[in-house]
């Protein structure tokens, strides 16, 4: 079982005196806008009781490779055989699909020479703004669904909207069977109304605790039956289920990790927001996609980690980032893929651009650089309004950086296919 978490607003906690600098988007910087140094304005985005979540590394899991797993680790197990579509039976269409539509393009390391025989056997699939769609071993998990179209508009708090530009690759109802839902937070551009009138209640869905209030909670037989809560830094172990023989003796295994992000910086914005609970937690997530031994003999918690992805999840360029590599890139688990969410959203909006909560084209550079991932996959670009940060902007940054053959970019409908060893 997890621990219990300490879910009260710790409304004992008294504001620094002085003004601290908001954090500013490099469009803002741009026009030479000013920071604001004030408090409770009126870019306050969301209403909802704060869970305030923890970064601290009290608990901070050693990072897997070829080891034996912490014997306390909770654990799910999915059977893909069932093929279980995503949607509620009423809202599922005549027939439900098999298979994801023909990606538009394929794409491998950018390194890669086209002459070396492909075998890849796992395939991310771009469905557009933070959706995205994981294939491996028979297992299909989807990150925050968002399936809304051009001109749908999204409710971040009072009087606070987002209009879409972009139509997802796959419609909702027209998706194949999906395992896992991965949330990083509860917010309508990563976990839409359509998504969460139409979702299947018994889904599993791994996310914040925050966001667990939220869908376990639900009033009115609406409550999401298996969602999982993860903070910072907790961990899970995912069996996934396999034939009776399966392939060379292995067992598929998932290990998700909770990884630090912040939608506001440190300073007294945040501060401001721990009592006000004006803008969500916010979860990344470390993916370690591998296999257990099933032989006699063998210690049956040992996990072979055989690809390593890291989704930073909407977040800021802050501090807490860097344990991130100490614990990885430097102590010899290298980090294949980074999907990194930029955009640079500002609210309350793009015609009052005061405040930026996800990284823009200069953070994501930074990130980059950072955690010196094997490639990089920018994703959640150019779908909202009030994405200031264009996809242009982080191909400059990158090209400036001199990191071009260590990115791969992906348009809606595009897959990204690779090898777990």
């Not at 070829?66 to 005549?94: F, H, V, Y």
């Not at 708090?157 to 990083?184: M, Y």
């Not at 998932?254 to 916010?282: C, Q, S």
Request: glycine share 8%; hydrophobic share 35%.
């Amino acid at each position: 079982m997890l621990r219990k978490r300490d879910q009260n607003l710790n409304r004992g906690s008294h504001l620094q005196s002085g003004f601290d600098f908001l954090q500013m988007s490099s469009f803002q910087r741009h026009l030479r806008i000013q920071p604001i140094y004030c408090f409770g304005h009126g870019f306050i985005v969301a209403s909802y009781d704060s869970k305030k979540q923890s970064t601290s590394s009290a608990h901070i899991p050693i990072a897997s490779g070829d080891t034996t797993m912490a014997a306390n680790k909770s654990s799910i197990t999915i059977d893909p055989s069932k093929k279980q579509s995503p949607l509620r039976d009423e809202k599922q269409g005549a027939s439900l699909k098999d298979r994801l539509p023909r990606p538009k393009s394929s794409q491998t390391h950018p390194q890669r020479s086209p002459s070396i025989t492909d075998d890849s056997n796992a395939s991310l699939f771009f469905v557009g703004t933070a959706t995205t769609i994981l294939e491996w071993e028979g297992l299909r998990l989807m990150t925050d669904p968002n399936f809304l179209h051009a001109g749908d508009h999204v409710h971040l708090g009072p009087g606070v909207t987002a209009t879409r530009r972009t139509n997802p690759a796959v419609n909702l109802e027209d998706l194949p069977p999906v395992d896992l839902v991965l949330l990083s937070h509860y917010h309508a551009d990563h976990f839409d109304q359509k998504v969460e009138a139409e979702l299947r209640r018994d889904l599993p869905i791994i996310t914040t605790p925050h966001a667990h209030e939220h869908l376990a909670h639900k009033s009115g037989g609406e409550a999401f039956t298996s969602v999982h809560a993860l903070d910072a830094w907790e961990d899970m172990l995912v069996h996934v289920a396999s034939p009776s023989s399966p392939p060379e003796g292995r067992l598929p295994r998932l290990h998700v990790t909770g990884m630090p992000g912040k939608h506001i910086g440190d300073g007294l914005l945040a501060k401001a927001n721990d009592i006000l609970g004006a803008v969500p937690p916010t979860n990344g997530w470390m993916l370690e996609l591998g296999y257990a031994a099933d032989a006699a003999g063998e210690d049956p918690d040992a996990f072979h980690c055989g690809y390593r992805i890291y989704i930073s999840g909407d977040t800021l360029y802050v501090h807490e980032l860097e344990k991130i590599p100490e614990l990885y890139t430097h102590a010899g688990k290298p980090i294949d893929l980074m999907l990194v969410h930029l955009g640079g959203t500002t609210v309350p909006g793009p015609h009052m651009p005061l405040v930026m909560v996800t990284m823009d084209a200069e953070q994501g550079l930074k990130l980059v650089q950072l955690v010196r991932p094997e490639v990089t996959i920018p994703i959640h670009y150019d779908d909202y309004d009030a994405f200031l940060s264009p996809l242009s902007d982080f191909r400059t940054a990158i090209t400036n950086g001199n990191l071009t053959d260590k990115v791969v970019y992906l348009d809606r409908g595009d897959e990204f296919k690779f090898t777990v060893r």
